[in-house]
């Protein structure tokens, strides 16, 4: 069908160059066609400049069926007078007159019209007629018979309160039809060539393609969607950060331990079995595997010693060190209790100890108030330097040569506590991303006091820093709430999207 | 972090100086304080209102400028406005430490506190306590040193667990004044929260009143420190008048007024330590405003025994001042800085640790460590002030210079590689969580509940025990994408750790009774329920992984040119065995899969005698579909990654 309709468009356009189909509307008619089929192929034509097709908007009224009865049978109110008149002085009852007339709408609308115009007049419960029917012309059955010759256009036709009043009426109303006048385009043809839209195998084999004409390509959309998998957004950063550590001269800790004793997490850092962060609040306790087995007994008894009397030249923290509180296990709250195991190792290993770097970047726990970014588990990076008679300077610049590294390169460092560094900074950078001054991280140098029990040499120091992976990566990715980044709540298209994790493309 | 805070118009009278907000900001930070919030008593009513509060309504809030100022941890002579401005005026040059004194009066009854050693051992051991005499209090200063105590209380005083503290008006009450602990009934006073209508309680009742009251909420948190004690602590003047029911209410009679002029402080404690850092810390800052500033009456503790023989006795306030020493050279070595010795001492006074003074030929450096600052233990802390005093932004850069070298963990190499990979076999990487509920760990699964590491204080249901499953969060995943497109099949994988009950995994010399385990999970959802394509990327990962089908295994397999270019580790072999789900005895992951429709991953490994099980993958039950709210069939697998190392 699609091609006779083709070939009757390009054929009424050949006789000469300014034929034309001035509406498809009636040309459709007058050929038989679907008058959609049609607008379909002039779309299809004028793509490939066949045709060159004008938007036509006609707007024309049609009638209603209650309409078309109007026409056959008269309007209502002249029905109602016909019956009444046939009734004579009598009248009609309601009934009567409804069985009469042939049915209750007709002979509502009709009595109505018939008490306006003062047609008729109610005796009691019956209708009577005031005048001769023979007097009375059908002015709605006239003028509907008016739209009916006009074809709905009703220009000059009927006056403006006339239309309005048979809308009203529901009689008629206003539709109006798309529809297209169709002169020659800049590449007409009296015969449509089949343009093909991609290179096939077919092709190829045969050699078609070098005789084929091509459809033109819409160069304004949007390739398919590649497929294959994608990586989290989070975990690519996580890759990069560990490129980075590496390039470093950074090792990797074993941080794959969630659950902890109290002891690592907290006692071997020096950090007071009073301390806030170990309360319930801050700490995810464990009720199975409530308890700790065994610790290394020997250092734990020097890290008790610290804590109540002191030594290696500090007072102390004078207070009863209990035994069960180091026991406690927990879900760590840093990796720092990795850390501390690792300079436990350090210090301990055959040949004692040597230089080192150490870095991590995992999970750890917070039973914290939840919001857009906290959340009770994140990823902590941390990097750690152990090396004989390291100062406050060698830490700030470790920390520059790793920050710049990730694209921030301006950075202040603030006074801080923590309790088991000392100095202790926090690290303030100006983010290029977010244009203003944040704080980027947390630092400082390990305590005596925890290095002392270790059994790491006097003048070795450590110095360390360490800040979360999710506010970088939300930064970064632009993402405002935490759970749109990590847990299951996170849409599959914010992952199909996320670009490559680059940081030398930060202009500063 | 402690936050304070302050309205910045009295800071800046008392600090003699004014700032814009730019110019107090950035002396803050130099100070090692932070600015946190400027804000007023009407913008924070405005904010915490639930409604909008109409001008007329909020005008009866204060408009003055209040900063909100973030105090380290361990500076608990910064929690006042009186400490803050000493100290900021110390550290500005404007101001000389003062010189805190404990004056020696002649011992009389009002100087002494008897306690009576065999009932407070058994629930709050320790008393210790200063006379403030001839003190000044204007609205001001009494809101700041009621608010001081708040301080002390929520941060160094654990809550008042470890040290709660009482003050009195010292000329209302008579001496030698006594603490002990006496069985509640025994116990009747009129409590300051009910000074208007005097009604007096026993001990009992009125910490029961407190566990109800809606007007005294604020002290409930309290009530269980001593609640099911058998005798509670209790402080008496020598008439036998209630002065406080320590670690909760002070009686009404010896209450502070703004025309009190003698103070009595008493801070009974379980830690003896930080009982005396307490009073030092309120002594120190409201001595300010005795008559000579900055002085202290001593008072004599005695314990005694039953048969009132004194044990032991003390006298309090501490006020320790003491020296500490560091040597020039450490100081410049651990800052990275080099200074002279005499810089230093300059230093000194500014940061609160004059007079210093210069010992062996100039190469140490004696500083005067003063009661305000209990934070100094060692020399670091010393060395890291004189840090502060030159500014930690004029400190020389460097980096250490010993060479090193960089290295990764094999099994987060694995881990890192494999992503790689089976992203590009089509998978969508997802990361969730390791705390999960009982419930979706195990009864959402079709599994028996057995043992995983649970939390005691879990933050809510979600929290409750740590997964020992992967799944559950891939499959919460799936839930929350199902407006997703599933036509072609929606692909999700994980390699994370689950954590396991095991009371022989020992980690640097120490057993915690559980070990982590890296799992690999993936699911594929879709119109059919991809059993091959799950099957596949098992094959998929024994391939990457260098470890070679079983010869029966894949005899039935067309044996394309994979086969011929395999390459493999010697007696590295695995096949796969259909999964029993008939048997709940089973394998643990049994019930999660289609009956008929899961399998078993077996790896044979030189040196391992038998057949080790990895993992299983299957079609998952519908009923575990319906569990997580999946609309499509679903097939998933789970590997452990460690033995593939």
């Known amino acids: 069908m699609t091609e006779a309709i083709e070939e009757a468009i390009l054929q009424h356009l050949a006789p000469a160059p300014d034929a034309t189909i001035e509406d498809t509307f009636p040309w459709a008619a007058s050929n038989n066609f679907d008058h959609n089929a049609v607008v379909g192929s002039v779309k299809s034509l004028s793509v490939e400049a066949y045709v060159s097709a004008t938007e036509l908007s006609t707007s024309f009224y049609t009638l209603s069926k209650e309409a078309q009865g109007v026409l056959q049978h008269g309007s209502h109110e002249v029905r109602v007078l016909r019956a009444l008149v046939q009734a004579g002085q009598d009248g009609l009852t309601m009934a009567d007159l409804q069985s009469q007339v042939g049915g209750k709408d007709v002979c509502k609308i009709g009595m109505g019209n018939c008490m306006k115009h003062k047609w008729a007049k109610k005796d009691g419960d019956k209708l009577v007629a005031l005048l001769g029917v023979k007097d009375v012309t059908d002015e709605t059955q006239g003028q509907l018979q008016k739209v009916q010759e006009a074809n709905g256009v009703l220009n000059g036709i009927l006056n403006d309160k006339e239309i309005n009043l048979l809308k009203r009426r529901k009689l008629i109303s206003l539709v109006t039809r798309k529809s297209y006048s169709v002169v020659r385009g800049k590449d007409y043809m009296p015969k449509r060539v089949k343009k093909a839209a991609d290179l096939t195998k077919e092709m190829l084999d045969s050699g078609e393609w070098k005789t084929m004409p091509f459809k033109p390509y819409n160069f304004l959309t949007l390739g398919e969607k590649v497929g294959g998998g994608y990586l989290h957004p989070l975990l690519k950063v996580r890759a990069e950060f560990r490129k980075i550590l590496m390039q470093m001269g950074f090792q990797e800790m074993p941080t794959n331990k969630w659950v902890e004793s109290s002891f690592w997490n907290f006692d071997s850092l020096f950090q007071p079995q009073s301390h806030p962060a170990r309360d319930a609040h801050d700490t995810f306790f464990i009720k199975e595997p409530a308890s700790t087995v065994s610790v290394p007994e020997d250092y734990f008894q020097r890290v008790k010693d610290m804590h109540e009397r002191g030594g290696a030249g500090s007072i102390g923290y004078r207070y009863d060190f209990k035994r069960e509180e180091a026991f406690k296990n927990l879900l760590r709250t840093h990796t720092t209790a990795i850390s501390s195991q690792m300079l436990y190792k350090l210090a301990n290993q055959p040949g004692g100890f040597q230089p080192a770097r150490y870095f991590s970047i995992d999970r750890v726990f917070r039973n914290e108030t939840m919001d857009a970014t906290h959340l009770c588990e994140f990823h902590q990076v941390e990097g750690l330097v152990a090396d004989y008679d390291l100062s406050l300077g060698d830490l700030i610049g470790t920390i520059e040569t790793f920050f710049k590294k990730i694209g921030i390169t301006q950075l202040r460092f603030k006074p801080a506590f923590n309790p088991y560094t000392e100095p202790s900074m926090e690290i303030f950078g100006y983010h290029p991303d977010l244009k203003k001054w944040t704080e980027i991280g947390n630092s400082g140098m390990f305590r005596p006091e925890m290095l002392a029990p270790m059994g790491l040499p006097e003048n070795v120091r450590v110095i360390a820093w360490g800040l979360s992976l999710e506010r970088p990566t939300m930064i970064k990715y632009r993402i405002k709430n935490i759970r749109d980044l990590f847990g299951h709540k996170v849409e599959m298209a914010r992952t199909r999207t996320a670009p490559i994790c680059r940081f030398d493309n930060v202009t500063a | ?645």
């Not at chain 2, 805070?5 to 100070?31: H, I, M, Q």
């Not at chain 2, 030698?176 to 006073?189: D, L, V």
């Not at chain 2, 005093?389 to 210079?401: L, Q, S």
């Open chain 2, 1 to 645: 972090m402690p936050t304070l805070a302050v309205e910045r118009d009295a800071l800046f009278t008392s600090l003699g100086r004014s700032y814009t907000r730019e110019e107090f900001d950035e002396l803050c930070f130099e100070f090692g304080v932070e600015l946190d919030d400027v804000t007023s008593e009407r913008e924070e009513a405005d904010k915490a209102s639930a409604t909008k509060l109409s001008k007329k309504q909020l005008s009866v809030f204060s408009d003055s400028v209040i900063y909100k100022i973030d105090v380290p941890a361990n500076r608990y002579d910064l929690l006042c406005i009186e400490g803050l401005s000493r100290a900021i005026k110390i550290f500005l040059g404007d101001l000389d430490a003062p010189q805190y004194q404990v004056v020696q009066v002649p011992e009389s009854d009002m100087e002494r506190m008897v306690v009576q050693q065999s009932t407070t051992a058994t629930i709050r051991p320790f008393v210790v306590c200063a006379i403030l005499r001839d003190v000044t209090f204007t609205q001001e200063r009494y809101q700041s040193f009621i608010e001081l105590q708040d301080q002390l209380h929520r941060n160094l005083c654990r809550q008042r667990t470890l040290v709660a503290i009482g003050t009195h008006d010292m000329d209302t009450v008579q001496g030698p004044f006594k603490y002990e602990a006496r069985a509640p009934s025994h116990i009747n006073f009129v409590p300051l929260t009910h000074s208007a209508t005097q009604q007096t309680f026993d001990a009992k009742a009125l910490l029961e009143h407190y566990e109800t009251e809606p007007a005294c909420k604020h002290l409930k948190p309290y009530v269980p420190i001593i609640k099911d004690s058998p005798l509670y602590p209790v402080v008496l003047d020598s008439n036998e008048t209630v002065m406080s029911l320590p670690p909760i209410i002070n009686g009404s009679k010896s209450k502070i007024t703004l025309d009190t002029t003698n103070v009595f402080i008493e801070c009974t404690a379980t830690d003896l330590t930080k009982a005396n850092i307490v009073l030092d810390t309120v002594v120190t800052m409201f001595s300010e405003y005795a008559a000579k500033p900055f002085t202290v009456e001593p008072v004599r503790v005695e314990f005694v025994d039953a048969s009132s023989q004194i044990t032991k006795s003390y006298i309090t306030p501490q006020m320790y001042t003491r020296n500490e020493s560091a040597s020039v050279s450490f100081v410049n070595s651990l800052i990275g800085i080099n200074i002279t010795a005499q810089k230093m001492v300059e230093l000194c006074n500014k940061i609160q640790l004059g007079p210093a003074t210069l010992l062996d030929n100039d190469t140490m450096l004696q500083v005067t460590v003063p009661p305000t600052r209990s934070d100094i233990l060692h020399a670091v802390d010393i060395a890291e002030d004189i840090g502060i005093a030159f500014g930690y932004n004029n400190i020389v850069k460097r980096v250490p210079t010993t060479a090193t070298v960089g290295s990764e963990q094999p099994l987060a190499t694995l881990g890192d590689l494999l992503r790689e990979e089976i992203a590009r076999a089509g998978y969508i990487e997802v990361l969730t969580h390791g705390l999960c509920s009982i419930h979706d760990n195990f009864t959402a699964l079709r599994r028996s509940i057995t043992s995983a590491v649970s939390l005691s204080n879990p933050a809510n249901a979600e929290y409750q025990v740590v997964r020992t499953t992967l799944l559950p969060g891939l499959l919460k995943t799936l839930q929350h994408n199902r407006s997703a497109s599933f036509a072609n099949g929606f692909k999700l994988f994980e390699i994370s750790d689950v954590v396991l009950p095991d009371d022989k995994h020992v980690v640097t010399e120490t057993i915690v009774g559980a070990r982590n385990s890296r799992k690999v999970c993936g699911v594929y959802a879709g119109p059919t329920s991809g059993f091959e394509i799950i099957h596949g990327l098992v094959d998929r990962i024994m391939t990457l992984t260098e470890v070679q089908p079983e010869e029966e295994y894949i005899k039935n397999s067309a044996k394309g040119l994979e086969e011929q270019y395999r390459v493999s580790r010697e007696g590295w072999y695995y096949t796969i065995r259909a999964l029993d789900t008939d048997d709940v005895n089973g394998h643990a992951s049994s019930g999660t899969y289609f009956p008929g429709r899961a399998a078993e991953v077996l790896l044979t490994k030189p040196g391992v005698e038998e057949k080790m099980s990895i993992g299983t993958f299957g079609i998952l039950h519908p009923e575990v579909l319906t569990n997580f709210d999946i609309q499509y069939p679903t097939s998933a697998l789970e590997l452990d990654l460690e033995c593939l190392l």
